[in-house]
């Protein structure tokens, strides 16, 4: 195992850890987001240059992008429940 | 059931989870000795056979196709899911969608705005060069479709739509996302009727390098490609009650 | 030393089980469920690795060289995009959940209460 692979697979571990810890689902957006960039370095170390393409699209691009959505979705319904009583 | 009795189970079930997770991993090959015969078959085929590169492509395409058609599947299930709880969500909604002319420029930072234009016009090109080269250098249909969506995404975020004249582009996206499924399916049933099993290659292989190459993978790519961006766009589209597509007029 | 890839991968698999249990917000279980799937990939390409083989693309490369396992790697990428959009879908599932019963709170949820 490369020294490369090896501190990759940390980095990911405490990524994944980060993400389950980070209870604001916003700032978890950002932290997933990272998480899957370092994720797309593992598998870059893997040598699966495929897979990272597709993990970097996914997961660092329009996971986050979605999951900020959704918030924005639910965080606009409770503005109007608010304004209405 | 009470929080902390939740939390005990799991302890109780994680840790049964974790002794047999150690059990198992510790009885595979280790890690760099794994000797799979059928990837090193497969991947010794792609050039003499197949006449494409990628070997994972021509995995993903070609030897394994049936597995990707299901995948493909899963996501055109999935992106119909999301049409079918937000479209039902919105049509009974007694918080109304933001009307279509009042709508205000998603971001007053002229230099999101700015950057995003520069972008999206690049990033296509990116998108469709990844999904056409495919099965030559590390790509295809998937990564590039996810690039495309983000391309369509950047031209939102740019504070504008997209006109098109004429057509009525209120179902583009979900027409392009069947399109490439059926697509794929019909593709498939080509190698039923032309060379005799379902998902078999009737095309020419041509030369290895060449952008027509690998026999039918690059039309599965473009396939694939279209329907990634297509599902993608109507999921986000739906999430964020917009249309990427306007006709000109309606805006 | 080489078990360091199938413990990340198991650690990764716990912990976002522990993420799920332990939700207070259910578009924040969502994400934990996709470290969860994350834990999925990492194994499949540990697995597929072999020592001092490239990338299986041979654009560039002769052919006798070794490669590291293609099949792992076309399985890895599509499950990479085609569980995106499941977590989508469970995101629409989350935001119609809010819809619903006015809280993103799991243990809220009262639809099966008699």
Redesign the interface.
């Given at each position: 195992m490369t020294a490369v692979q090896a501190v990759a697979l940390v980095v990911v571990a405490l990524g994944g850890t980060a993400v389950v810890l980070a209870r604001d689902p916003a700032r978890q957006a950002l932290v997933a987001g990272i998480f899957g960039f370092s994720l797309a370095i593992l598998f870059l170390a893997f040598q699966a240059p495929d897979v990272a393409l597709s993990q970097i699209a996914v997961g660092a691009v329009a996971l986050p992008a979605m999951i900020i959505y959704a918030l924005r979705k639910v965080q606009r319904r409770d503005e109007v429940e608010r304004e209405r009583r | 059931m009470s929080r902390r009795l939740r939390l005990v189970i799991f302890g109780l079930g994680s840790s049964g989870m974790a002794a047999l997770l150690a059990w198992g991993l510790a009885g595979l090959p280790s890690f760099g000795d794994f000797d799979g015969r059928y990837g090193q078959l497969l991947a010794h085929l792609t050039v003499p056979e197949r006449h494409a590169t990628s070997a994972v492509s021509v995995s993903t395409f070609d030897f394994r196709g049936l597995d990707t058609l299901g995948e493909e599947f899963i996501l055109f299930t999935a992106a119909v899911g999301v049409l079918v709880l937000l479209r039902a969500q919105r049509a009974g909604e007694t918080v109304a969608a933001e009307p279509m002319r009042q709508r205000q420029p998603t971001a007053e930072s002229l230099t999101l705005r700015s950057i995003a234009s520069a972008l999206a016009a690049p990033v296509l090109v990116l998108g469709a060069y990844v999904v056409t080269h495919g099965h030559l250098t590390p790509g295809g249909g998937f990564q590039g479709g996810v690039i495309l969506m983000t391309a369509f995404l950047l031209v939102y975020l740019a504070g504008t739509h997209l006109h098109m004249r004429g057509v009525r582009p209120l179902s583009a996206m979900e027409a392009a996302e069947g399109a490439g499924a059926a697509g794929f399916a019909l593709i498939g049933v080509g190698g039923v009727v032309l060379a005799g099993a379902f998902l078999e290659n009737f095309i020419g292989f041509g030369t290895v390098g060449n952008l027509i190459s690998g026999g039918f993978i690059p039309l599965l790519n473009l396939s694939v490609g279209l329907e990634v961006m297509g599902a993608l766009l109507v999921i986000v589209g739906e999430l964020l009650d917009q249309r990427f597509l306007v006709r000109k007029g309606d805006w | 030393?080489?078990?360091?890839?199938?413990?990340?991968?198991?650690?990764?698999?716990?912990?976002?089980?522990?993420?799920i249990?332990?939700s207070?917000?259910l578009?924040?279980l969502?994400?934990?469920l996709?470290?969860v799937q994350?834990?999925t990939?990492?194994l499949l390409?540990?697995?597929?690795?072999?020592?001092g083989?490239?990338?299986?693309?041979?654009?560039d490369i002769p052919?006798s060289r070794a490669?590291?396992?293609?099949?792992?790697?076309?399985?890895?990428?599509?499950?990479?995009?085609?569980e995106?959009?499941?977590?989508?879908?469970l995101?629409?599932?989350?935001?119609?959940a809010?819809?619903r019963f006015?809280t993103?709170d799991p243990?809220e949820l009262g639809a099966l209460r008699g």
């Open positions: - | - | 030393m080489s078990y360091l890839a199938y413990g990340v991968a198991a650690w990764l698999f716990l912990v976002g089980l522990y993420g249990v332990t207070r917000n578009i924040h969502v994400v934990c996709t470290v994350a834990s990939y990492v390409l540990a697995i597929g690795y072999r020592h083989a490239t990338a299986a693309i041979y654009a052919t490669v590291v396992d293609p099949v792992v790697a076309t399985l890895t990428l599509t499950d990479v995009v085609v995106a959009t499941v977590a989508a879908l995101l629409c599932l989350a935001v119609q809010h819809r006015g993103l243990d």
